[in-house]
């Protein structure tokens, strides 16, 4: 068996698929996988925020007034033991086997001390598990992998891969080492070369196309080198600056289908590729397969708004929502009229509460006796259940915390409803999938839940249950994105790019966090090193991305094209990077080639425009006239705001109150001093009406 592995081939892959019997493309998750199943090793298989309470629940047991972390962890448990599970892993995956031999610094015997109870009770890490593989390797067991295809370069692998790589016969793929592949004298061959000259990260490696080293290389050339290059303007590397992502998404289309390169051409996306796959479908080309990721799914939102309701005191604003949604654990009709008595009264248990729950019991009764139907009873009985359950129910304080037990139940039964939707009516196959989705985000949240309870916790606050369900809610693909027939090869990660490709786009160049520094000290990291753990330096992070960065660029035989937003955030480094390299590049604006008048194709890109005539704006009128058939019915009762609107706004009155032209219920949600009017209001009506021999009186009297 051939294993091309890569720190990015877990993703999108931009090589055609390979179809060699025993030869498959695997990142790091799924190379794992695969060597633990033929070493005969149990596979782990943990839920969505199980090693985080796990760990959580270690440094608290460990936890007191002298260790580094403790007041942090009391002010944020979830977020401190995030942080240092993080550190954790990179240690593991730099090769720290859990305990240090010598005497180390406090933080270091602190997370060494931790490490004692996390070793048996969280849930093992890549790091933890590619030394597991190394060790099963060395005790003898075999496995049926011939050789291994690196797509990454060896110095950008964490240390425990490197070592367990060694086991295994590896090579590096063909693109992976950086080389000029233009056709020499374009711009982009000239480029190329001036990015090989400059990646001296490594002087002590010799690359084919040096001569000398540049420690060795004369003045006069080490000063010709940094003057930036005069580009001829060739076209081979295009610069494409646009404001908006859909005009520049729509170009790229546009050219790919004139151009008719799409099988030697390979489009990076780094972010929002859905864009750009959108515009290959509406000029009717293939989608990629980009995928959209989101938290914003109504299916796999029922849950959030199902549990953000047992608080007290209750937010109108999220009764509204739980009522507006699409998908809820209550009748349509019902939550629509409870969602127009939420709009005129924020609140539950209100006369308008009251009264809209009578109207929709009456609705019931009445279709149930037009149709000699005698279930009406239970429908109304399980009805009143369901909305005293989800809308009436003990509320909790946020700081005090509500009992596990009531949140277990409550999430069982949200995740038992969508499971029935599921089983029953869900026909789309999109649309089962994202209930499938929904279903298995529940199940976890029981399942963590369920550890806190046993784990002796009674309950739990605010906080703490809306960072769980942001751990076991993660954002959902798109299940109706998908890659097509004959697409354009596409990838999410430059670093992807390992093989030669005759034109590169690269979608979206935007700006990037550079790592920052280590948050240990040369004491402790010295100490690191000396128990083997080899953390690499903010330096050689930097150094390994900015490699990553350059090899789309080098990977282009014939054209590279790059697509950079106008933004107020910043520049991709690669973008700075070139421009300080060379000058005269080819560029050309979208916004600009658009309105450009006479204009019929795009510079550079040589899409062809389509002059459209103008259309003026429709131009102001003074009067509205209605037609003669229209009749505005005189209303039995005005108010002081209605006369005002009649008086000076007639248009507004009109509009309002005949044509009934209202905001969304969501809009008209009465707060501020609004509420407070409405408040007012209704305890005066309240008072008159039990008082009505006192309604002669003044305020004042009163």
Not at 297 to 322: D, H, I, N, Y
Not at 382 to 394: C, G, R
């Amino acid at each position: 068996m051939i294993i091309h592995f890569g720190l990015h081939l877990d993703g999108m892959q931009p090589a055609p698929p390979r179809t060699a019997l025993g030869e498959t493309a695997l990142g790091p998750g799924r190379f794992l996988a695969l060597l633990e199943s033929q070493l005969g090793l149990p596979p782990v298989a943990t839920r969505p925020g199980e090693a985080l309470l796990a760990y959580r629940a270690c440094l608290e047991e460990v936890d007191g007034p002298d260790r580094f972390y403790h007041h942090s962890l009391a002010t944020d448990s979830l977020g401190t033991a995030r942080t240092l599970l993080g550190w954790r892993a990179r240690w593991h995956e730099a090769g720290w086997r859990g305990r240090f031999e010598a005497p180390v610094s406090k933080r270091l015997a602190d997370m060494a001390d931790v490490e004692r109870l996390a070793a048996a009770r969280v849930p093992l890490d890549s790091g933890q598990r590619v030394a597991r593989v190394a060790a099963a390797l060395d005790s003898g067991l075999a496995t049926q992998i011939e050789r291994v295809v690196l797509h990454d370069e060896p110095a950008a692998l964490p240390p425990g891969w490197r070592a367990l790589l060694e086991r295994f016969a590896c090579e590096i793929a063909s693109g992976v080492g950086p080389a000029a592949r233009a056709v020499p004298g374009t711009d982009l061959h000239r480029v190329q070369q001036r990015l090989l000259a400059l990646d001296d990260a490594a002087p002590h490696e010799t690359r084919p196309h040096e001569t000398q080293s540049r420690e060795t290389q004369p003045r006069e050339t080490l000063r010709r080198e940094t003057l930036p290059l005069d580009l001829a303007g060739d076209g081979s590397l295009l610069i494409v600056r646009a404001v908006s992502r859909d005009l520049s998404a729509q170009s790229i289309a546009e050219y790919l289908r004139e151009s008719g390169a799409a099988d030697e051409t390979v489009l990076v996306a780094e972010r929002d590729g859905i864009i750009v796959d959108n515009a290959l479908e509406r000029v009717g080309l293939p989608r990629a397969g980009f995928q959209h990721y989101s938290r914003f799914r109504a299916v796999t939102q029922v849950l959030k708004l199902c549990l953000g309701l047992v608080w007290e005191p209750v937010s109108p604003q999220l009764l509204l929502q739980f009522l507006l949604h699409p998908v809820a654990p209550l009748p349509t009709h019902a939550r629509s009229a409870l969602a127009e008595a939420v709009a005129k009264e924020p609140g539950v248990g209100g006369r308008a509460w009251r009264e809209t729950l009578r109207e929709i019991l009456d609705r019931l009764r009445e279709r149930a006796e037009s149709g000699n139907r005698s279930d009406f009873a239970a429908q109304g009985a399980a009805l009143q259940a369901d909305v005293a359950y989800w809308l009436e129910a003990e509320r909790y304080s946020p700081a005090q915390g509500a009992p596990v037990a009531a949140l277990v139940e409550r999430a069982q039964r949200c995740t038992t409803w969508l499971a029935g939707r599921l089983n029953a009516g869900v026909a789309d196959r999109k649309e089962r999938d994202l209930y499938g989705a929904a279903v298995a985000q529940g199940e976890a949240l029981i399942g963590v839940l369920a550890d806190l309870a046993a784990s002796g916790r009674d309950t739990i606050d605010r906080l703490t249950l809306e960072r769980l369900l942001d751990e076991v809610t993660g954002a959902a693909p798109d299940p109706g994105t998908f890659a097509e027939a004959h697409h354009v090869r596409g990838a999410t990660q430059p670093a992807a790019i390992t093989r030669p490709w005759d034109t590169v786009i690269w979608w979206d160049l935007r700006e990037q966090r550079l790592h920052d520094g280590h948050v240990w000290s040369e004491t402790e990291l010295a100490e690191l090193a000396a128990e083997g753990v080899a953390l690499p330096s903010p330096a050689e992070r930097i150094r390994v991305e900015s490699r990553a960065w350059r090899r789309p660029i080098l990977c282009a035989r014939s054209r590279a094209i790059l697509v950079v937003h106008d933004r107020d955030e910043g520049r991709h480094p690669l973008v700075i990077q070139l421009e300080s390299l060379a000058r005269g590049f080819k560029e050309t604006r979208v916004e600009e080639a658009l309105l450009a008048d006479g204009a019929a194709r795009i510079s550079g890109l040589g899409v062809s425009t389509e002059p459209l005539p103008r259309k003026a704006l429709p131009a102001a009128r003074r009067w509205w006239r209605l037609p003669p058939a229209s009749k505005v019915p005189p209303r039995e009762q005005e108010s002081y705001s209605s006369l005002q609107k009649l008086l000076y706004y007639p248009h507004e009155w009109v509009l309002g109150y005949a044509g009934r032209l209202r905001a969304g219920r969501a809009a008209n949600l009465a707060r501020g001093n609004l509420l407070y009017g409405n408040l007012a209001h209704r305890l005066f009506e309240t008072y008159f009406e039990e008082h009505p021999d006192r309604a002669h009186r003044t305020a004042c009297d009163l």
